[in-house]
């Protein structure tokens, strides 16, 4: 555990990884464990398994991907940012290979565009309402 982290504001994983809210669940990316877990900064729920522990790294690896493709000329936290993700009441979105999103400057249809050619065949990727729908397999 790193110096000045309170233990009770660490989060075990299924796979006894502790993590703060705020570490990033890849190395150089933007997005953090708070994306997946939190919905305005309150805990929405734990992994419940392994495999939705795997899943939510993976979607996170996939969208860093994707908002490579779209932000590559913005600043670094002009990027896709997750509205809601992991969240086991909700069907779609109990495994953590789904989530809601928005791109924090760019409009929707200018994102749906740009990333349609990098949407892999078995990957959804589709506007509903306000937010882009991004299903990973």
Not at 16 to 43: C, F, Q, S, Y
Not at 64 to 91: A, G, I, Q, T
Not at 120 to 125: C, I, N, Q, R
Request: glycine content about 2%; hydrophobic content about 40%; overall charge negative.
């Amino acid at each position: 555990m790193a110096k000045g982290l309170a233990p009770d504001s660490m989060y075990e994983l299924p796979s006894g990884l502790e993590v703060h809210p705020w570490r990033l669940i890849h190395k150089d990316g933007t997005l953090m464990w708070k994306h997946a877990l939190l919905h305005h900064n309150h805990l929405v729920a734990l992994p419940e398994n392994m495999a939705h522990e795997s899943h939510i790294i993976k979607t996170a690896q996939r969208i860093e991907e994707l908002n490579s493709w779209v932000s590559k000329d913005l600043e670094p936290w002009d990027c896709l940012m997750p509205h809601c993700w992991y969240n086991p009441e909700y069907d779609e979105l109990s495994e953590g290979i789904c989530l809601y999103m928005k791109h924090v400057s760019l409009p929707n249809s200018h994102v749906l565009e740009v990333l349609k050619p990098h949407v892999l065949d078995h990957e959804t990727l589709e506007e509903r309402e306000v937010f882009l729908f991004f299903k990973r397999c």
